[in-house]
């Protein structure tokens, strides 16, 4: 069935640098979201794209539905930046979301 | 941001008998989604509904498994009657149109014992 593969898994960044998650898809997909998960496990929304880039302070998402993938770049990292990153991607006519592992992405000082 | 709201967080019951879920979602938006997430997995799609109608659902949508939205109260998600496997954290979701991004609540843990 339709998947989602996220990479990496895992993440530590030092404060002020910067890295890119990826999200691959084995089927073309209509769009993607990306959340990342508070300490109490909601998720916020970050960057929802049917095509192209958007932009966000220090995030930054792509999005390449023909290519099949996604991604989200990070730059400037700082410690609050910690967490788990999701990215899910919207499969068919009915808007379901088909979700990735997750990135637990740690910011280091 | 929009927030939608569940109620309850957190319900345990044995197993065999009924639960019902709510979700409170955004006030303006028109799709509704419930999404489950076993621990340690990912989270999974269960259904959506729109216009009073479910569009889809997954096959882990099974047949105790049942969604509602009277008169534009809460959307919910009932199953009758649960089973251990039934154990996860369901999660709801709205958007405003078929253009706009989904909107999760927290969650709410269940736990048939």
């Known amino acids: 069935g339709d998947q989602v593969e996220q990479s990496p898994s895992a993440l530590s960044l030092h404060e002020g640098t910067g890295s890119a998650l990826r999200c691959n898809f084995t089927?073309?997909?209509?769009?993607v979201q990306w959340f990342r998960k508070n300490s109490r496990g909601s998720l916020i929304n970050l960057f929802y794209?049917?095509?192209g880039t958007k932009e966000n302070g220090r995030l930054k998402s792509a999005f390449d539905s023909k290519e099949r993938y996604s991604t989200l770049h990070i730059r400037d990292a700082q410690l609050e930046d910690s967490g788990t990153y999701f990215c899910?991607?919207?499969?068919?006519?009915?808007?379901?979301?088909?979700f990735g592992l997750g990135t637990t992405l740690q910011v280091q000082p | 941001g929009p927030k939608v709201l569940q109620i309850p967080s957190h319900q345990i019951i044995d197993m065999g008998q009924m639960v019902t879920l709510n979700c409170d979602p955004v006030?303006?938006?028109?799709?509704f989604y419930w999404y489950k997430q076993i621990l340690g997995q990912q989270m999974e799609f269960l259904v959506n509904?729109?216009?009073?109608?479910?569009?889809?659902k997954s096959k882990l949508f099974k047949d105790q498994f049942s969604v509602e939205r009277p008169d534009g109260s809460y959307f919910t998600l009932k199953i009758q009657p649960t089973a251990l496997e039934d154990s996860a954290v369901y999660f709801c979701?709205?958007?405003?149109?078929?253009?706009?991004?989904?909107?999760f609540g927290p969650g709410t843990r269940l736990t048939v014992l």
């Open positions: 979701a709205s958007r405003r149109d078929w253009e706009y991004e989904q909107y």
């Open positions: 089927t073309t997909m209509r769009a």
């Open positions: 794209l049917a095509s």
């Open positions: 899910a991607a919207e499969a068919g006519n009915t808007g379901k979301l088909i």
């Open positions: 006030s303006n938006h028109l799709y």
């Open positions: 509904f729109y216009n009073g109608k479910v569009m889809e």
